[in-house]
């Protein structure tokens, strides 16, 4: 669902083409839609939706005949949702051939698979998702000896994240969990934090309420957002909860002071 059509262009400066969120709401709230050309990075604790959204985004893309490359570094990843989501049953087996999974098991192993994206051919890609980028870097700093290699390795994958969203003219779509700092009181960090955030142009933040969910625009290109847009989780992705309506309040969510740690 890139929208090549009107990408104006200022003295060569285009204007971003975007990629549907899979919710119009969603595409509304962020100006279209995911940028190609960057890193968009959703962040949140465990169960705030991360998995959800990144896939939403896929399987619309791959509804549209393009491929997307997952690197599944977690396992959340579940056949089943991306069946529930997708919007034609009928297209089940062409839309899931074109999600091309990874599963590397090691932080190594998933600096390997950016190794192996030269063999790609890169015309059929519309997307890359990365879920998540962290994980198996926090399993991995648990060895006192690897800690300089590893964010080395980290730094060298999110290079080459850019390069490629840049080159390719695609969205590569992170997900990164938060981890309480319970030295700070409701304190949240982003894992690898200041390499994630200067390596992606696009930040969002997932906070997790009761039964709904917020999501935060804490850094855009083109975008100023002072509300949160709220929604829930359902089978076919995600809906829109409309605040006034249902009276959700800012303190249904868990506070988190990532705006203050990550200085956004
Ligand atoms: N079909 C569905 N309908 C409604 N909610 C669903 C459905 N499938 C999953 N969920 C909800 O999605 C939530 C999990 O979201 P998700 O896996 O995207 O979180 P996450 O942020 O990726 O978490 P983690 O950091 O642990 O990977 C669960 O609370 C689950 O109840
Ligand atoms: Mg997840």
Redesign the pocket.
């Known amino acids: 669902m890139a929208e090549e059509s009107g990408a104006a262009s200022i003295n060569g400066l285009k204007e971003a083409i975007k990629c549907s969120t899979g919710n119009q709401d969603l595409n509304y709230y962020m100006g279209g839609g995911y940028e190609a050309g960057i890193i968009t990075t959703?962040f949140?604790?465990?169960?705030?939706?991360?998995?959800?959204?990144?896939?939403l985004a896929a399987v619309r893309m791959a509804e549209t005949g393009k491929k997307v490359l997952i690197i599944d570094t977690?396992g959340?990843i579940?056949a089943e949702?991306i069946t529930?989501m997708l919007q034609n049953d009928l297209m089940k087996t062409e839309v899931l051939s074109r999600l091309l999974f990874f599963q590397p098991l090691s932080f190594k192993d998933q600096e390997m698979v950016f190794h192996r994206f030269s063999d790609i051919n890169w015309d059929e890609i519309g997307m890359v998702v990365v879920?998540?980028i962290s994980m198996l870097y926090r399993l991995e700093l648990g060895r006192a000896d690897a800690i300089f290699e590893t964010n080395n390795s980290l730094g060298r994958q999110i290079a080459s994240a850019v390069e490629l969203a840049r080159r390719r003219k695609i969205p590569v779509i992170m997900?990164n969990?938060v981890y309480s700092d319970f030295g700070k009181s409701d304190g949240v960090k982003m894992v690898g934090g200041d390499l994630l955030k200067y390596g992606s142009k696009c930040l969002i933040e997932?906070q997790?309420g009761e039964g709904v969910r917020a999501l935060l625009l804490r850094k855009h290109r083109s975008l100023m957002r002072e509300n949160e847009f709220v929604f829930?989780?359902?089978?076919k992705g995600i809906e829109k909860v409309d605040v006034g309506a249902s009276a959700v309040s800012e303190d249904a969510f868990a506070s988190s002071d990532a705006k203050d740690l990550f200085g956004l």
Do not use: C, F, H, Y
């Open positions: 959703i949140g604790p465990s169960g705030s939706g991360k998995t959800n959204l990144a896939l977690e959340g579940a949702r529930q879920d998540s997900t969990q997932l997790k829930k989780i359902v089978g």
